[in-house]
């Protein structure tokens, strides 16, 4: 019956379990282990638990499976293993599905710790990754051979706000064999359509739009049920990624309040970017929803994060940002606070020079994440700081 609901009675209802209370809000399941009713049981369990059998918070836990089967019915998805954080959840779908000798495509653009674990190590361990510009697909077909086994990328990567066309990517994966990873985090499960453009695999930092109040870690990875409770569960149920039942419980209740969250934030970074497009002290407004942004079309929502490029520089950037009210200087995103973040010298500080150039990270770039304040308050304090300037 749930698979017919909507997205959004999916989001509230989506995988509720009960106990014997009949409680309205779903409860937090505390516990680590579970009390068998004798020893034969107990056998059973080890040997195949059902659905609604749990054995070791490690592995599973009433409130997890409830975060677990709601946000795979929202994505559309069989199956869901949460994780710690975000990149449990990147490192988990990635280090499950190779072994010494296999071949990856990524594209360049990525998360800081993501491209770590491609760049440093998987690297030690025999696999080979090549890197591609993400949004040309001739790089993707000259990097794609047969018997690559992963294509990974950020669908909207950071925080450059470059769209890669997952459909045209994952048709040249297929091609040749390769099982395709999809990390959503910026284009969230309200304008996810991974599956229908042939995502294999989707990883989300549940960190960012799905707590979305900045309250605690956590991550997920969405798939086929043969890989997710093959070889994904197996290694992450061994190696210890999983996520407390306190925050999964969090993210469960967040995924209730995902779509109006992410709608009102998206319509704010929409009104936001307009409002700064062109504007004299600003170099570039990077934001998928304008119509000026190349792959506006791949993306035309556009999402709750914008990028703009402050003319000065760094030194300009800064007196920017220290100008600010409302906005926080912070990294997260997604957030119910409007949050900006300066990448050259924080999430990308380590990136040599070149490599922040060839992705567009200029030193008077700033990332904005909206949250759910007014629109015009935020556009207020951005104006008055660029007076500052
Ligand atoms: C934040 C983020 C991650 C990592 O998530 P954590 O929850 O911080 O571990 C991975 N990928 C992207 C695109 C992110 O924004």
Redesign the pocket.
């Given at each position: 019956m749930s698979e017919n609901w909507k997205r959004c009675t999916k989001a509230v209802h989506g995988g509720t379990r009960r106990s014997q209370y009949g409680e309205l809000s779903e409860a937090i399941f505390l516990t680590q282990g579970f009390d068998y009713p004798n020893a034969e049981a107990a056998e059973a369990r080890f040997e195949q638990a059902g659905p609604d059998e749990f054995i070791y918070a490690r592995y599973g836990n009433p409130t997890v499976a409830m975060f677990e089967d709601r946000i795979a019915g929202l994505e559309g998805m069989e199956a869901a293993f949460a994780t710690a954080?975000?990149?449990?959840?990147?490192n988990g779908a990635l280090t499950a599905l190779v072994a010494a000798g296999d071949h990856v495509v990524a594209a360049r653009a990525l998360?800081g710790?993501?491209l770590y674990i491609l760049e440093e190590i998987l690297p030690r361990f025999g696999v080979e990754v090549t890197f591609v510009d993400g949004t040309d697909l001739d790089q993707w077909r000259a990097a794609i051979r047969l018997g690559t086994r992963l294509v990974v990328f950020?669908a909207v990567s950071?925080p450059t706000l470059e769209v890669i066309d997952t459909r045209a990517v994952a048709d040249i994966a297929h091609a040749a064999g390769a099982l395709v990873v999809v990390?959503n985090?910026?284009t969230t499960p309200v304008f996810s359509r991974a599956v229908e453009m042939g995502a294999d695999l989707v990883?989300y930092?549940?960190?960012?739009h799905i707590d979305g109040q900045g309250r605690c870690?956590?991550?997920v990875i969405l798939g086929p049920r043969d890989i997710v409770r093959g070889p994904v569960e197996t290694y992450m149920k061994h190696t210890g990624g999983a996520i407390s039942p306190f925050n999964a419980w969090i993210m469960l209740k967040g995924l209730e309040t995902l779509d109006l969250r992410v709608r009102a934030q998206t319509r704010g970074a929409r009104i936001l970017a307009q409002a700064l497009e062109g504007r004299a002290g600003l170099a570039r407004v990077l934001y998928p929803g304008l119509t000026s942004h190349p792959q506006h079309a791949l993306f035309p929502q556009g999402g709750t994060v914008f990028s703009i490029d402050v003319a000065g520089g760094q030194a300009a950037a800064f007196r920017f940002l220290n100008a600010l009210k409302i906005w926080k200087i912070s990294n997260n995103?997604g957030d119910a606070k409007s949050i900006i973040t300066h990448p050259a010298t924080t999430t990308h500080q380590r990136l040599p020079e070149a490599a922040k150039t060839h992705l567009g990270i200029t030193p008077g770039l700033l990332r904005l994440s909206v949250g759910l304040e007014d629109p015009q308050d935020l556009l207020d304090d951005l104006e008055r700081a660029l007076q500052r300037v």
């Amino acid at each position: 019956m749930s698979e017919n609901w909507k997205r959004c009675t999916k989001a509230v209802h989506g995988g509720t379990r009960r106990s014997q209370y009949g409680e309205l809000s779903e409860a937090i399941f505390l516990t680590q282990g579970f009390d068998y009713p004798n020893a034969e049981a107990a056998e059973a369990r080890f040997e195949q638990a059902g659905p609604d059998e749990f054995i070791y918070a490690r592995y599973g836990n009433p409130t997890v499976a409830m975060f677990e089967d709601r946000i795979a019915g929202l994505e559309g998805m069989e199956a869901a293993f949460a994780t710690a954080s975000g990149m449990a959840a990147v490192n988990g779908a990635l280090t499950a599905l190779v072994a010494a000798g296999d071949h990856v495509v990524a594209a360049r653009a990525l998360f800081g710790s993501c491209l770590y674990i491609l760049e440093e190590i998987l690297p030690r361990f025999g696999v080979e990754v090549t890197f591609v510009d993400g949004t040309d697909l001739d790089q993707w077909r000259a990097a794609i051979r047969l018997g690559t086994r992963l294509v990974v990328f950020e669908a909207v990567s950071n925080p450059t706000l470059e769209v890669i066309d997952t459909r045209a990517v994952a048709d040249i994966a297929h091609a040749a064999g390769a099982l395709v990873v999809v990390d959503n985090v910026f284009t969230t499960p309200v304008f996810s359509r991974a599956v229908e453009m042939g995502a294999d695999l989707v990883v989300y930092s549940a960190t960012k739009h799905i707590d979305g109040q900045g309250r605690c870690l956590g991550g997920v990875i969405l798939g086929p049920r043969d890989i997710v409770r093959g070889p994904v569960e197996t290694y992450m149920k061994h190696t210890g990624g999983a996520i407390s039942p306190f925050n999964a419980w969090i993210m469960l209740k967040g995924l209730e309040t995902l779509d109006l969250r992410v709608r009102a934030q998206t319509r704010g970074a929409r009104i936001l970017a307009q409002a700064l497009e062109g504007r004299a002290g600003l170099a570039r407004v990077l934001y998928p929803g304008l119509t000026s942004h190349p792959q506006h079309a791949l993306f035309p929502q556009g999402g709750t994060v914008f990028s703009i490029d402050v003319a000065g520089g760094q030194a300009a950037a800064f007196r920017f940002l220290n100008a600010l009210k409302i906005w926080k200087i912070s990294n997260n995103l997604g957030d119910a606070k409007s949050i900006i973040t300066h990448p050259a010298t924080t999430t990308h500080q380590r990136l040599p020079e070149a490599a922040k150039t060839h992705l567009g990270i200029t030193p008077g770039l700033l990332r904005l994440s909206v949250g759910l304040e007014d629109p015009q308050d935020l556009l207020d304090d951005l104006e008055r700081a660029l007076q500052r300037v």
